[in-house]
């Protein structure tokens, strides 16, 4: 696992005008990942900007440090979240997760649209620290789909999927807290990520001189 990352907080800084921060939020197995791929498949100028979130959780075989998660130890996790270094930080299905702020405050303040993948309880923080952020949930067509394909994937532990079973429930509940849903149709990725962008590019045009502060 790696070491910590980025420094200790300064004062906050302007984000450029017009830059979106997305939070995509959603129960484990809705297909947010998928999503995050086909968004990035797609021609844009300039690109969005994928915060990658740092986690005390173990790698899983297909994934790449750095690139779908900064996989830290406990320590190194806590010495950065000390330091200042995370925006929000929340323990998930028994492990740390946290954004790393420097990496949002760089990208924003050079214009591009930030895509920050979190669960509910982060996205609460964010939207406490930065009230102009976009809050987008993704919803499953059914429970039942949703529980298929958390099977499906065969990547948890039968004790893990239970948890993971009974964590989805709860975050469905919270979907009112955020600015859009969004249903994620089996099969229909493609139409999910078409109609996030539409939702990004309304509140880039409803607030075109909004600068946000980090």
Known sequence: MTGGRGADVGEPVLGAPGAVLVILSGPSGVGKDTIIDALQARER?????????CTTRAPRPDEVDGVDYHFLSPEAF????????LLE??????????TPRQ????????????????????AQKVKEAIPDALLVFVVPPSLEALFGRLR?????????????????AIELARQGDYDHVVVNETGQVERTAARIEQIIAAQKAATPDRRLRI
Do not use: C, F, M
């Not at 100028?45 to 979130?53: A, F, I, K, L, N």
């Not at 990496?103 to 982060?122: F, M, P, S, T, Y």
């Open 103 to 122: 990496d949002l405050r760089d990208a924003l303040a050079v214009g591009h649209d930030v895509i920050l993948k979190i669960d509910v309880q982060g």
């Open 152 to 168: 499906a994937r065969a990547t948890e532990s039968a004790d893990e999927l239970e948890l993971r079973q009974r964590n989805a």
């Open 78 to 85: 806590a010495d950065l979240r000390d330091r200042g270094g």
């Open 45 to 53: 100028d300039p690109d969005y900007h994928y915060v990658v979130t």
């Open 89 to 98: 930080w929340a323990e998930v299905h028994g492990n740390w997760y946290g």
